[in-house]
């Protein structure tokens, strides 16, 4: 019994016009990243388990794909002792699929520091991989876009990178929001409701706001130990309203026993004001102390983005991460960076119907195959065709016209172009227009004039 084919749940198989729409995103976003001076590098799909691991926080690293070693993986295992999932994962697994870019780029930098002129920036437009529970919007083979510099400490990158998240939106249409907060401001407020050991249980849970409820994030940090009391002084702040300016105000005093939160409230402030001296085309921007982005390497501004009009969560994020390249021995390398989430802003232009005809990407002419004689025909008008970077091609056989001419109406070509012998004889051309059903006479000078117009 033949096996029915199938792939893994939160995977997908991509069509051609799913796959023209997906390039003409990543097209948009790599022409702003270079706009930017940003350029491109590529790394592995996979690393050594030891570089992803404890990079995540406990949560990100259940979620790590781990590949198991090739032969007998099982050999290094102690039956009597290891048949633990902790201690039987570093004995049948060294390398795992990478959960994002921003681990394996410092990875990169601190492998290549010889090699890179600071500040350094790069963009990486590749797969990545969550054993995640698949819903909408969420997916364990997804692509991300991301924009990173490294080497500098300047806010004039948080403007940039909001900046730039802004011309991408702009260019594809698509009404956002840009939230920023602070790490700085996050560790102030643990400070300030004495559970300054507790920060990392608490964005975790702060992160979920959106997605849980408050009472939910209410019953995770008192599952995580943290204080009714700590609770009871974090509540007013999370409830807190206003536009970004009031809201700076209030956290001012509410963290006005706390150095690190007003460092924090300071960054901010600086990049919104710097921003709005620039002005943004599309996007808004917003200070929203419900962010979190719980990953554990974020040490200052963070950035989360949404679209307006549609419930699909967040479609970009980053942040700054001062420290991360320290835990591949590379100390003082301040980075900064942000990431586009391909899979989801697919689904959200779609869903608003903004994208644009993509009809120039696809086949533009079809030849029909009438014999040998006409191909070899076609074949010269077809060269001539490709090199005025005309999409075009002939039908492969002199099967039936009704057979060549659905094969033309499946695929979206506009035009189809019949060559026998009074052709050949006049040099002109017989083009039907598929969309009106229209024929013309042309010479291959004018159907090419005609279609690149």
């Given at each position: 019994?033949?096996?029915?084919?199938?792939?893994?749940?939160?995977?997908?198989?991509?069509?051609?016009?799913?796959?023209?729409?997906?390039?003409?995103?990543?097209?948009?976003?790599?022409?702003?990243?270079?706009?930017?001076?940003?350029?491109?590098?590529?790394?592995?799909?996979?690393?050594?388990?030891?570089?992803?691991?404890?990079?995540?926080?406990?949560?990100?690293?259940?979620?790590?794909?781990?590949?198991?070693?090739?032969?007998?993986?099982?050999?290094?295992?102690?039956?009597?002792?290891?048949?633990?999932?902790?201690?039987?994962?570093?004995?049948?697994?060294?390398?795992?699929?990478?959960?994002?870019?921003?681990?394996?780029?410092?990875?990169?930098?601190?492998?290549?520091?010889?090699?890179?002129?600071?500040?350094?920036?790069?963009y990486q437009i590749q797969p990545v991989w969550r054993a995640d529970r698949p819903q909408k919007g969420r997916f364990r083979e997804f692509f991300q876009c991301d924009a990173d510099v490294v080497g500098s400490k300047s806010l004039l990158y948080e403007v940039e990178l909001i900046q730039l998240y802004d011309t991408v939106f702009t260019a594809l249409n698509l009404p956002a929001?840009?939230?920023?907060?602070?790490?700085?401001?996050?560790?102030?407020?643990?400070?300030?409701?004495?559970?300054?050991?507790?920060?990392?249980?608490?964005?975790?849970?702060?992160?979920?706001?959106?997605?849980?409820?408050?009472?939910?994030?209410?019953?995770?940090?008192?599952?995580?130990?943290?204080?009714?009391?700590?609770?009871?002084?974090?509540?007013?702040?999370?409830?807190?309203?206003?536009?970004?300016?009031?809201?700076?105000?209030?956290?001012?005093?509410?963290?006005?026993?706390?150095?690190?939160?007003?460092?924090?409230?300071?960054?901010?402030?600086?990049?919104?004001?710097?921003?709005?001296?620039?002005?943004?085309?599309?996007?808004?921007?917003?200070?929203?102390?419900?962010?979190?982005?719980?990953?554990?390497?974020?040490?200052?501004?963070?950035?989360?983005?949404?679209?307006?009009?549609?419930?699909?969560?967040?479609?970009?994020?980053?942040?700054?991460?001062?420290?991360?390249?320290?835990?591949?021995?590379?100390?003082?390398?301040?980075?900064?960076?942000?990431?586009?989430?391909l899979d989801r802003i697919y689904l959200v232009i779609e869903e608003l119907g903004l994208f644009p005809s993509l009809e120039a990407d696809i086949t533009q002419v079809l030849f029909v195959n009438f014999g040998a004689t006409e191909a070899d025909y076609c074949l010269k008008a077809l060269r001539d065709l490709r090199k005025s970077g005309i999409n075009s091609e002939l039908y492969?056989?002199?099967?039936?016209?009704?057979?060549?001419?659905?094969?033309?109406?499946?695929?979206?070509?506009?035009?189809?172009?019949?060559?026998?012998?009074?052709?050949?004889?006049?040099?002109?051309?017989?083009?039907?227009?598929?969309?009106?059903?229209?024929?013309?006479?042309?010479?291959?000078?004018?159907?090419?004039?005609?279609?690149?117009?």
């Open positions: 019994m033949a096996q029915k084919p199938s792939i893994p749940k939160g995977t997908r198989d991509f069509s051609p016009a799913v796959m023209l729409k997906r390039n003409y995103l990543m097209g948009v976003i790599k022409k702003a990243f270079q706009t930017f001076g940003y350029l491109p590098i590529e790394t592995p799909s996979m690393e050594n388990l030891s570089t992803l691991m404890g990079k995540y926080g406990e949560e990100g690293d259940r979620l790590i794909f781990k590949i198991l070693n090739s032969g007998d993986y099982l050999k290094k295992v102690d039956a009597t002792t290891d048949f633990e999932a902790k201690k039987m994962t570093s004995k049948i697994s060294e390398k795992a699929l990478r959960y994002d870019l921003t681990v394996p780029f410092a990875r990169y930098v601190v492998q290549n520091q010889n090699e890179i002129t600071l500040p350094f920036k790069r929001v840009i939230k920023l907060n602070n790490r700085k401001v996050l560790s102030g407020i643990a400070e300030v409701i004495g559970e300054a050991d507790k920060l990392i249980d608490i964005t975790v849970a702060i992160d979920k706001l959106d997605k849980i409820g408050l009472e939910k994030v209410k019953e995770e940090m008192q599952n995580k130990g943290i204080s009714d009391i700590a609770i009871s002084k974090l509540d007013p702040i999370l409830k807190m309203s206003g536009d970004a300016n009031q809201k700076l105000v209030t956290m001012k005093e509410v963290l006005s026993n706390s150095e690190i939160g007003l460092e924090g409230i300071a960054e901010i402030q600086t990049v919104i004001d710097k921003v709005t001296v620039l002005g943004l085309d599309s996007a808004e921007l917003d200070f929203d102390l419900t962010l979190a982005r719980g990953l554990n390497y974020y040490t200052g501004s963070i950035f989360e983005v949404e679209a307006k009009g549609v419930q699909m969560g967040s479609i970009g994020g980053g942040g700054r991460y001062d420290d991360l390249t320290g835990i591949f021995g590379l100390k003082d390398m301040p980075g900064i960076g942000i990431s586009f989430g492969p056989d002199a099967a039936k016209m009704k057979k060549q001419m659905n094969y033309a109406d499946k695929k979206g070509i506009p035009y189809v172009v019949l060559v026998g012998e009074d052709e050949m004889k006049s040099g002109l051309l017989t083009v039907k227009n598929m969309n009106d059903g229209t024929q013309e006479n042309v010479s291959l000078v004018d159907l090419i004039k005609k279609l690149n117009a």
